[in-house]
Structures are given as structure tokens and as C-alpha cells.
């Protein structure tokens, strides 16, 4: 089972790799003006990995600068056998800078990970403006407390250095044309639910000042799932127990996709 570690991304344009195939599932935002966001991602070994193959589960600002021709992205998630793909990956470049107090660093392996129908292993980013230094700024937010990890640095981002035109909460998958398709999540289906498919809860939007965070009803985001006969993504209101969770839900597949 590979194991699934911390990653943090810069692009400023994005095409996928020649001979690779591409499905995502998730929720976005629809077009605004967004000052920073949050998700809780819960963490899973992936099974069945291709190694010319890469999952990942992200939290994404995006701004199209202006005609969308070239948009520019800040994503944190975690991630699978990370196959080569466009834009500084951790610290490969030097956009991103490491806080030098932060426990936590770009790369990292997580540990302990979920297991189907039993525990449930989670980790909170948020990214945010820094209210000193007006940066972009990456926090993990699962110890009562923000603890920064690090910042991107001023004059590399166009449009996104003052603000985003969109929120993703996505999971992406990409593997070889004419493969079987990786596993996504858990590697199940969302409508298996609590304990058994992967989720995004906690999600938040956050203002000008970096604070003020607004829980988004998934109800009230675009669903985003180009492949759904095997990629699937549900709000977890759907479920028996779960009705109150209007700011989480489910989603995943397994292998085997046909393009």
C-alpha cells in the first residue's frame, strides 16, 4: 500500500503530461473573490498503485488572470506516487519558504492513515493571508491552535497575489492512456460513507483580514466530477447520522477505470 505524504504546489500553468490520463472529484466555489480557504482531508494509504501513476487530494486557490489562458494555483494535500507534472513541487522551487519553527515540512509521510471500517486519520490545512505580512500562508489547524508551516514568497503569483477567483476541494487521479485507472480515496466509492470512502470536511472561507472564517453549505458549491461512473463524490448530509454535516463530504473509486 503506498503510503501518502504532505505536498505543497505552485503553478502558473497546468497541461497534463503526453500519454497520461486525467479525472478529478470534488466540490469548488463558484467565481468570487476568495481570501484564503481550509479542509480537512482525511488520510488513506492507497491501494493498488501504479508507480507511473498519482493521486492526490487538495485544497486549491486558483485566479485565472482575467482570460483564464494562464491561471495560477496554490495547492496543499496529500499525495500518492506523485508522477511528474507541471508547476514546483515542496521545496524543488523556491516559491514556497519553510517556516523555520514548523514541525511539520513539505514532503512529509503521514502516519498513522485510515483503515477501512475502523480508524479515521485526518489532517486540517488552511491557507490564508498572513495579517502582518499580507503573504499567502500556509497553516495546519489540527492542534487547537494555527501552526504555521510556511509562506509563498511576493512577485511570482499574477493575479493571486491579492486575491482568488475560485476555491477547489478536489482529488485528482493520473495514469498511463490505455491503463486501468489508480484508485482514488479509500479506493471505494463514496456512497460506502463514514469509516470506509475518503472525505473533505471542515471547509472554510476566510476574509480580507485572514479571519471571519465562513463554513460553505456543500449544497451551495459546484460539484466537480468528470468521470462518475468511476469517480463519485456526495455530500455526507445524505447520510443517516450525518444530516448536520452540510460542510463535509465523500468521495473515491476504485482501480480499474476504463478512459
Given at each position: 500500500m503506498?503510503?501518502?505524504?504532505?505536498f505543497?504546489?505552485?503553478?502558473?500553468?497546468?497541461t497534463?503530461?503526453?500519454g497520461?490520463?486525467?479525472?478529478?472529484?470534488?466540490?469548488?466555489?463558484?467565481?468570487?473573490?476568495?481570501?484564503?480557504a481550509?479542509?480537512?482531508?482525511?488520510?488513506?494509504?492507497v491501494?493498488d498503485?501504479?508507480?507511473?501513476?498519482n493521486?492526490?487530494?487538495?485544497?486549491?486557490?486558483?485566479?485565472f488572470?482575467?482570460n483564464?489562458?494562464?491561471?495560477?494555483?496554490?495547492?496543499?494535500?496529500?499525495?500518492?506516487?506523485?508522477?511528474?507534472?507541471?508547476?514546483?513541487?515542496?521545496?524543488?522551487?523556491?516559491?514556497?519558504?519553510v517556516?523555520?519553527?514548523?514541525?511539520f515540512?513539505p514532503?512529509?509521510?503521514?502516519?498513522?492513515?485510515?483503515?477501512?471500517g475502523?480508524?479515521?486519520?485526518?489532517?486540517?490545512f488552511?491557507?490564508r493571508?498572513?495579517t502582518?505580512?499580507?503573504?499567502?500562508?500556509?497553516?495546519?489547524e489540527?492542534?487547537g491552535?494555527?501552526?504555521k508551516?510556511?509562506?509563498?514568497k511576493?512577485?511570482?503569483?499574477?493575479?493571486?497575489?491579492?486575491?482568488?477567483?475560485?476555491?477547489?476541494?478536489?482529488?485528482?487521479?493520473?495514469?498511463?492512456?490505455?491503463?486501468a485507472?489508480?484508485?482514488?480515496?479509500?479506493?471505494?466509492?463514496?456512497?460506502?460513507?463514514?469509516?470506509?470512502?475518503?472525505?473533505m470536511?471542515?471547509?472554510?472561507l476566510?476574509?480580507?483580514?485572514?479571519?471571519?472564517?465562513e463554513?460553505?453549505?456543500?449544497?451551495?458549491?459546484?460539484?466537480?466530477?468528470?468521470?462518475?461512473d468511476?469517480?463519485?463524490?456526495?455530500?455526507?448530509?445524505?447520510f443517516?447520522g450525518e444530516y448536520?454535516?452540510?460542510?463535509?463530504?465523500?468521495?473515491?473509486g476504485?482501480?480499474?477505470?476504463?478512459?
Open positions: 503506498a503510503l501518502k505524504s504532505v505543497v504546489l505552485l503553478f502558473l500553468s497546468y497534463i503530461a503526453a497520461l490520463v486525467a479525472h478529478r472529484a470534488g466540490y469548488v466555489t463558484y467565481d468570487g473573490e476568495y481570501y484564503g481550509q479542509a480537512r482531508i482525511s488520510a488513506w494509504g491501494p498503485m501504479d508507480p507511473n501513476s493521486y492526490e487530494v487538495s485544497l486549491s486557490l486558483v485566479n488572470n482575467g483564464g489562458s494562464r491561471i495560477s494555483v496554490l495547492r496543499v494535500g496529500l499525495h500518492d506516487n506523485a508522477a511528474k507534472k507541471t508547476g514546483c513541487y515542496n521545496t524543488d522551487c523556491p516559491g514556497f519558504v517556516a523555520n519553527s514548523s514541525a515540512y514532503g512529509q509521510a503521514i502516519s498513522p492513515l485510515s483503515q477501512y475502523e480508524t479515521d486519520e485526518f489532517i486540517t488552511s491557507i493571508k498572513d502582518a505580512t499580507q503573504l499567502w500562508t500556509l497553516y495546519r489540527d492542534y491552535t494555527s501552526i508551516f510556511g509562506w509563498w511576493k512577485g511570482i503569483l499574477a493575479g493571486l497575489e491579492d486575491k482568488a477567483d475560485s476555491v477547489q476541494w478536489m482529488s485528482f487521479v493520473q495514469y498511463p492512456n490505455n491503463a485507472g489508480s484508485p482514488m480515496g479509500s479506493g471505494h466509492f463514496s456512497s460506502e460513507g463514514k469509516h470506509k470512502a475518503a472525505y470536511s471542515d471547509l472554510k476566510f476574509d480580507q483580514t485572514g479571519n471571519g472564517a463554513s460553505p453549505n456543500i449544497y451551495n458549491l459546484a460539484k466537480d466530477v468528470d468521470k462518475p468511476c469517480y463519485t463524490a456526495l455530500p455526507a448530509s445524505v443517516d448536520d454535516e452540510r460542510h463535509k463530504f465523500y468521495y473515491g476504485p482501480a480499474g477505470c476504463k478512459n
